[in-house]
């Protein structure tokens, strides 16, 4: 049973930062891929940027490309999104996800099984 928890979420101005943290348990991290998604009210959820846990390889959404970074620690079991040049449109639900997509589908929601409780983000 997979476990997902994230933290580091809170409100900054525009042009700050933040860094997003989730702590993983319950299966072989390093077989899979974590991610990040979110969700402004209204919105469908938009997948952010995931990372291959055995490989690093990092993959992001256009929309976050140069400002956001996804990294993990895996002695520590976590993986973090540094999120630089704030933006309002950034402002939303933050989860953490875990999964296994395929190429070409690593930012589809319905190939992580596994979801963490979300972390809000609000840039003013």
């Known amino acids: 049973h997979v476990q997902l928890v994230e933290s580091g979420g809170g409100s900054v101005q525009a042009g700050g930062s933040l860094r997003l943290s989730c702590a993983a348990s319950g299966y072989t991290y390093n077989r899979n891929c974590m991610a990040w998604f979110r969700q402004a009210p209204g919105k469908e959820r938009e997948g952010v940027a995931r990372?291959?846990?055995?490989?690093?390889?990092?993959y992001y959404a256009d929309s976050v490309k140069g400002r956001f970074t996804i990294s993990q620690d895996n002695a520590k079991n976590t993986v973090y999104l540094q999120m630089n040049s704030l933006k309002p449109e950034d402002t939303a639900m933050y989860y953490c996800?875990?999964?296994?997509?395929?190429?070409?589908?690593?930012?589809?929601?319905?190939?992580?099984?596994?979801w963490g409780q979300g972390t809000q983000v609000t840039v003013s």
């Open positions: 990372i291959a846990t055995g490989s690093g390889n990092t």
């Open positions: 996800a875990a999964g296994t997509p395929p190429p070409s589908f690593e930012l589809r929601d319905g190939w992580y099984p596994a």
